[in-house]
């Protein structure tokens, strides 16, 4: 967290934040251990699929969190990364592109763990059930899309001009001095904002689209194979099935909160509709206090009127 006063390099909160992170990095730990020893023997080789997306989050959480935490400063197209490596002086544009590889690979083998599931489930006759050579094809086309992906972020650093991108925010959002001008900043200009703020969406779009893929055919599966099952089968199942929602709903839970904000700041620009009803963005700005509140209350009452 930022307050409004003072270096957020020396605010309290951010020391407590990073010393939050290092419990979680022992229970993903333990999570590590929890999955070699408990998955089945049944699941073979799957155990493997569950152990790297195990280590992905760990890197997660430990680069991510600890060493690399971006906060973008909404509604400005801009963020400053807090962490150790901005205190040892690592450079803001290999910080991002580091956290963007981090994610994707941790969205990569989950992804690679979720369609090896699905393969098992899927009846052999199914149309979605790969041969192996396809399935390695697949392997591989998920596992190198973030190298695909960073093309992009690198592309971003090279095209964009920063620092007339900083001036161009402090123009329209003097409030956000604070955050605009600390030393690991980074604002995309004017030229390349649209983008900034389209490419996000897309691939938010392609990974419902997969995950739909990957999920919808294995839950019909599933629940086909209720006509043959016997009582005791059918209950350990629904039991499953119900542990499952409720995983899948917090993962979705942690991705579509952050991505719903992007879009109500930046396609519906609900903080500058706000804005023009105050005559400034003062009040916005202040720490971010409530935001959601007053942009969803001032578009109903655009719709009332």
Known sequence: MVTCNGSPYKDAKIKIYELDTFPCSLFNLFGLWTIYMATPKRLNYYVYYLLGYQLCCIVFDFGGAIIAFPVFSFPAKCAFIIGMASWI??????????????TLSMLSILGIAIFQ??????????????SMKLSIFVHFFILGHPLFITFFVVYFFFTTDSDLGTRQALQKYPELEQFLLQPSSICADSSFGENVATLPLIYLAVIIIVGLYLVAPAYLSLYAQRKIMSAKTLALQKKWLRNLNIQVFLF?????????????????????????????YREEFNCFRDPATKEISFVFDKLSQ
Not at 117 to 130: A, E, K, M, V, Y
Not at 254 to 263: A, F, G, N, Q
Request: glycine content about 4%.
């Open 89 to 102: 002086g690592v450079s803001t544009e290999l910080q991002a592109t580091a956290a963007v590889i981090i």
């Open 117 to 130: 599931r699905q393969q098992s489930i899927l009846p052999t006759d199914h149309i979605l059930s790969f």
């Open 252 to 280: 979705s839970l942690v991705i579509m909160v952050p991505v719903l904000w992007w879009i109500a700041v930046y396609q519906l620009s609900l903080i500058n509709l706000t804005a023009e009803k105050n005559g400034d």
